[in-house]
């Protein structure tokens, strides 16, 4: 009767661990673990509060470093990684050729002059959610981030900037096809850094949450 008892009791432990294991909320993750949670989870799981942007300044963040030391920054590594036609690499990392796909405007690009890498949540957003409280190591990291093929993308430097430092209670992609995806890299980013999100901004989320599937997303969370 003993062992059975202990059985039962070891069953509900197995039980209760997995359940918190779901319902805790992404940004209470540690750094460098991986959570998979349907999109809406992570959604509902972001804090939510009034930003402010004081104090902002784009020098804060220092990007387009070249980390791994290979001659090519952050913005060309993100342009070769994502070349629909590879182009051609020479020099000091300068490039040649290629063609891009935008899908912000769904639009193909021909040759790097044309496009801007963009930080998908942007710069300035990031700070009035959170990151104005980080380091600048941290903000680097942020500018930089080559982990995760959600947090930068080349577009159309158009589009780029239509868009600026606005979060989706205001600018969503011209191309409707790629909304909910634009929606769930959006959440996805803001789960990986721990950012919270403002009201205007949760209830356009919540919005395009209720017109995109609930799919699983995979993030690893950078803080």
């Not at 989870?41 to 004081?54: F, M, Q, Y």
């Not at 020479?90 to 935008?102: A, N, P, Q």
């Amino acid at each position: 009767m003993q062992e059975v008892t202990v059985r039962i009791l070891a069953t509900f432990a197995t039980v209760g661990a997995a359940l918190a294991a779901l319902i805790t909320p992404a940004h209470a993750a540690d750094p460098g673990t991986t959570s998979t949670l349907p999109v809406r989870s992570l959604l509902e799981a972001l804090p939510v509060r009034e930003e402010t942007g004081a104090g902002y300044d784009r020098g804060a963040f220092r990007h387009w470093t070249d980390a791994d030391k290979d001659g090519c920054s952050t913005r060309v590594e993100v342009l070769l990684e994502e070349a629909v036609n590879a182009p051609v690499l020479s020099g000091r990392c300068t490039l040649t050729g290629g063609t891009w796909y935008s899908p912000y405007d769904d639009t193909y690009v021909d040759g790097a002059r044309g496009l801007d890498v963009d930080h998908l949540v942007p710069l300035k957003e990031s700070w009035d959610s959170g990151a104005g409280t980080w380091s600048a190591a941290e903000r680097e990291a942020y500018a930089n981030d080559l982990d995760d093929p959600r947090a930068l993308i080349a577009v159309t430097a158009r589009s780029n900037r239509s868009k600026s430092d606005q979060d989706p209670a205001t600018w969503q992609p011209p191309a409707e096809a790629y909304r909910c995806k634009y929606f769930s890299h959006w959440v996805t980013v803001k789960t990986r850094y721990s950012l919270a999100i403002d009201p205007a901004e949760q209830e356009a989320l919540t919005q395009l949450a209720g017109q995109c599937p609930n799919e699983p997303v995979t993030v690893e969370h950078a803080r």
